[in-house]
């Protein structure tokens, strides 16, 4: 309890005070109290007064600091349970197997690192989060507003749900700011656009269609070109495709061969030109005018590889199969042309014909951030669930001989990426909490309390133990409490091993 700040009047000063009063009392003209004795009183039931007070105040302070603690400690507290729940999950999935047998799970995974002796890789495609954190590990991208978020706001639903493997279509149409998405399964004819935006492309030429698609698990087929000029895809103008600076391209192919420029998608008319050049490299040029950016590597063919484009204003990324390979950027205006948008050749001059399989063709108005990237990659490449198997008859047992025992394998030894840099320091990821309370009604109560401080951190010792992925965040009350208790905050935090690297 708060002491109050004047003290009582004891018995013993009230009669000292008493003796000084009848030395200096000036007798009222009616009979009753003299003024000093008047005062005595009135200071002894002042005093009375404010002792009360400061109880009252204190208590209900106390009461009022109470709640205000046990709402943000509630909130905090179900926040970390849930969130370590849902990350604990991944321990089921064990890192990787380098006893030199790789099964379909390994062999779908990422390559995170280049460690010797073993190779090291991720299986980013069951959990979003991690593969976020895996793409942030190595430099590519920016914990920001909307991966927080997502922490929040979906990571308290069955995990079962929230980290299999989910629809490479529904991926791409979650992004905002999608305005065409061709996916190439037709059996014959027009391309439809998926998007209300109906960019219809009129096939022209003699592509082959229903051929093997890219997505892992889809059965959507892709369409083959025959790198004639004669054979591509053509939109009208249209509002929706008219991006000018600021978007984003984003395709699966697979070419046949390297030599010539091939076009993947392209705009005439200081528009651009989305192609893989005459090296194997992946490019963008402004249409007619010079190249904007070169990748750093090249792709192999005979096989699928998501290329992607992400422009706004003088930024400029490159991305092959989910990571970032922009080169040296000579920046270049796009305009919006109002021209048409053809995919399989040059819509300026009708040359650099593609030749192999185009699939999944999306354009945003925005530039996509390297998570989108990354995300749509492990979506994409995720392996087929495993098929149920059909039983079959139990055949009559037939007597065996005894069979020798055989020794106990040894167990199979596990690698983890170092995700860290060297020697277990720790790597802190900062977020932007600006729009994290709009979007995390599902673990918080936003009613009554903001989120701030967030950043996770990674540390680990060695490539013989899992990283640790560390939560940080902090709870404040909203509003302006009452009786002085101007703001009520708590730091959460929370540490849990994670195998899935």
């Known amino acids: ?125 069951r959990l979003g989060l991690f593969s976020k954190l895996a793409s942030l590990i190595q430099g590519f991208g920016n914990l920001g507003e909307r991966e927080v978020s997502s922490l929040f706001s979906k990571i308290s639903k069955d995990p079962k749900t929230v980290f299999a493997a989910g629809s490479y279509s529904t991926a791409v149409q979650a992004i905002a700011g999608l305005k065409a998405y061709w996916r190439m399964g037709e059996a014959s004819g027009n391309l ?145 042309n109002g021209s048409v948008t053809q995919i399989g050749r040059n819509a300026h001059d009708t040359l650099d014909p593609f030749g192999g399989s185009i699939d999944e063709v999306a354009l945003w108005n925005v530039a996509l951030t390297a998570g989108d990237i990354s995300t749509l990659y492990s979506t994409g490449t995720a392996p087929n669930p495993t098929p149920t198997l059909t039983p079959t008859p139990t055949p009559t047992p037939t007597p065996t001989p005894t069979p020798t025992p055989t020794p106990t394998p040894t167990p199979t030894q596990y690698h983890y990426a170092r995700v860290t840099g060297f020697d277990g320091g720790q790597t802190t990821f900062s977020c932007d909490t600006s729009g994290i309370a709009s979007n995390s009604a599902s673990l918080i109560d936003t009613s009554s309390v903001d989120v701030s401080s967030c950043y996770f951190t990674c540390t680990q010792s060695d490539t013989f133990f899992p990283p640790n992925i560390g939560i940080n965040f902090t709870l404040t009350q909203k509003g302006n409490p009452q009786f002085f208790e101007n703001k009520a905050s708590a730091t959460f935090q929370t540490s849990v091993s994670v195998r899935n690297y």
């Open 192 to 336: 439809t656009d998926t998007t209300a935006n109906a960019n219809t492309m009129t096939a022209f030429g003699t592509p082959t269609y229903s051929v093997a698609g890219a997505i892992s698990g889809d059965t959507n087929t892709a369409i083959s070109l025959p790198q004639a000029s004669a054979t591509y895809f053509q939109a009208p103008n249209s509002a929706s495709l008219n991006v000018a600076d600021t978007f984003s391209i984003v395709a699966w192919i697979k070419i046949t061969t390297i030599g010539a420029h091939q076009m993947i998608i392209s705009r005439p008319i200081d528009g651009y030109d989305f192609r893989v050049d005459a090296t194997g490299h992946l490019s963008l040029v402004k249409t007619w005018v010079s190249i904007i950016v070169t990748s750093t590597t090249t792709m192999a063919t005979g096989s699928y590889h998501m290329v992607a484009v992400t422009k706004n204003g003088a930024t400029v990324k490159l991305y092959i199969d989910g990571m970032d390979r922009t080169g040296v950027v000579s920046n270049r205006t796009i305009s919006a």
């Open 1 to 125: 309890m708060q002491k109050s700040k004047f003290k009582i009047i004891t018995l013993a000063q009230l009669a000292t005070l008493g003796v000084y009063a009848k030395m200096l009392s000036v007798k009222h003209k009616s009979s009753g109290f003299t003024l000093i004795e008047l005062l005595v009183v009135i200071l002894v039931i002042f005093s009375v007064g404010v002792l009360i007070a400061s109880v009252l105040f204190s208590a209900l302070r106390g009461a009022n600091k109470t709640n205000t603690i046990d709402t943000v400690r509630r909130n905090g507290n179900s926040a970390i349970t849930q969130m370590s729940r849902m990350i604990r999950y991944s321990q089921s999935f064990d890192g990787i197997s380098v006893s030199g047998s790789e099964d379909s799970y390994t062999k779908s995974c990422v390559s995170l690192a280049a460690i010797p002796p073993p190779m090291v890789s991720v299986p980013s495609f």
